[in-house]
């Protein structure tokens, strides 16, 4: 389980982090690795699982809270 943050700065996806309470680790991605995997902007979220594979986009609070239970459980 990782965040991966898609913010032109550390310290921007940090406070964002913190303030959604995300309760595991942040990582920052290269701008040419997002690129290559097609992700662009910055108000998009991909929940990816031990394989590499997205298997959710764009959720948020309760949504995203219940994603990477069912995850967890897989």
Do not use: M
């Not at 913010?7 to 913190?18: D, G, K, N, T, V």
């Not at 309470?21 to 920052?28: S, V």
């Not at 097609?38 to 929940?47: C, K, M, T, W």
């Amino acid at each position: 389980r990782a965040h991966v943050g898609c913010s032109p700065s550390e310290y921007r996806a940090r406070a964002f982090a913190q303030s959604q309470r995300l309760a595991w680790p942040l990582a920052t991605a290269p701008r040419d690795l997002l690129r290559t995997l097609g992700i662009f902007g910055e108000a998009a979220n991909f929940l990816v699982n031990q394989d590499g594979i997205i298997i959710g986009r764009d959720l948020h609070g309760a949504d995203l809270d219940t994603a990477v239970r069912q995850a967890l459980k897989r």
